[in-house]
């Protein structure tokens, strides 16, 4: 059985921006009554508190759980409260893209299945990809592109 989890470090770092986006966005309301020029305040106080809120929703939205065990795949969501299951027999293709770029390499797993859905996990943000990618090899080498 393979569970592919969000990694730690990729929660952090993105909480760590939120909860200063939302910090920025407290402290402009609370200095903004006691300042003469307002202008800057403003535009922290409209840019950081929306930029802060929609990166939240995106990730609590986004955020998934990948289980493999015997051909059955399964996907939590845990902020939407849903769970989608399906077979190997569902899986249309797959396939690995790696990109170079400056800060090393970018590597992303995608799954199309029949129904037209469309699954990714990327190597930066999940654990257990090593062993997702491996197990697509040996068990649907037919169905990659």
């Known amino acids: 059985m393979i569970i592919s989890k969000p990694k730690v470090g990729?929660?952090?770092s993105?909480?760590?921006?939120?909860a200063m986006a939302l910090g920025l966005f407290v402290y402009g309301l609370v200095q903004i009554q006691s300042v003469t020029?307002?202008?800057?305040?403003?535009?922290?106080?409209?840019?950081?508190?929306?930029?802060?809120?929609l990166v939240l929703m995106k990730i609590l939205i986004t955020l998934k759980v990948f289980k493999i065990s015997k051909?059955?795949?399964e996907i939590r969501f845990p902020f939407k409260f849903q769970k989608y299951t399906f077979t190997g027999k569902e899986i249309d293709h797959?396939?690995?893209?790696s990109i170079k770029t400056y800060g090393?390499?970018?590597?992303?797993?995608?799954?199309?299945?029949t129904s037209?859905?469309?699954?990714?996990?990327?190597?930066?943000?999940?654990?257990?990809?090593?062993r997702t990618l491996t197990y697509m090899k040996k068990k649907f080498k037919r169905?990659?592109?």
């Open 104 to 113: 090393g390499l970018y590597e992303e797993l995608n799954i199309v299945l």
């Open 10 to 12: 990729t929660l952090f």
């Open 71 to 73: 051909e059955r795949f």
């Open 143 to 145: 169905l990659q592109k």
């Open 14 to 18: 993105v909480g760590l921006f939120i």
């Open 37 to 53: 020029d307002r202008t800057w305040w403003y535009v922290l106080v409209y840019t950081s508190g929306p930029v802060g809120l």
């Open 94 to 97: 797959w396939f690995h893209t």
């Open 116 to 130: 037209g859905r469309k699954l990714a996990l990327s190597k930066q943000e999940n654990t257990e990809y090593d």
